[in-house]
């Protein structure tokens, strides 16, 4: 693995109001997602996920949160989200193609604001996990 690359795998138990995604992203696919313009790294991010709507709360990617979506515009899509003690956000999420985003977020993350703009562009598909094979 490249150093300053991560690779983690965003929780499917992070909820979104309504079972369906938002119109906006239905033909987006989860795999595994280059993130770049993330504060304080020089290297894109790379992220593992199988709902593209995770991507909103990308601040709070290690926490559990509930995310509800606020609007949607043709391409775009605005979520908001809150993560209990750790933090809130809100997100819109722009498709620009089906493997391209940009995603501009905002909220309050360990108790201090944050505001960047993201670009998200899909790379591939997430690694398989290997079974695990009885002895």
Not at 14 to 24: D, Q, R, Y
Not at 48 to 74: I, K, M, P, Y
Request: neutral net charge; glycine residues 10%.
């Amino acid at each position: 693995m490249n150093r300053g690359v991560i690779l983690i795998v965003f929780a499917a138990s992070a909820a979104a109001v309504g079972a369906a995604p938002p119109s906006a992203l239905t033909r987006i696919a989860g795999g595994l997602w280059e993130v770049s313009g993330t504060p304080g790294t020089k290297e894109p991010i790379r992220e593992c996920v199988a709902d593209v709507t995770a991507l909103a709360q990308f601040e709070h990617r290690a926490s559990h949160c509930t995310r509800s979506v606020v609007s949607e515009h043709g391409d775009s899509t605005l979520i908001s989200y809150k993560c209990g003690g750790a933090g809130f956000g809100q997100s819109t999420i722009e498709v620009i193609t089906p493997r391209s985003l940009k995603i501009s977020t905002q909220g309050i993350s360990d108790q201090l604001p944050f505001n960047y703009v993201l670009q998200a562009h899909r790379v591939g598909e997430c690694a398989k996990t290997p079974p695990v094979t009885p002895h």
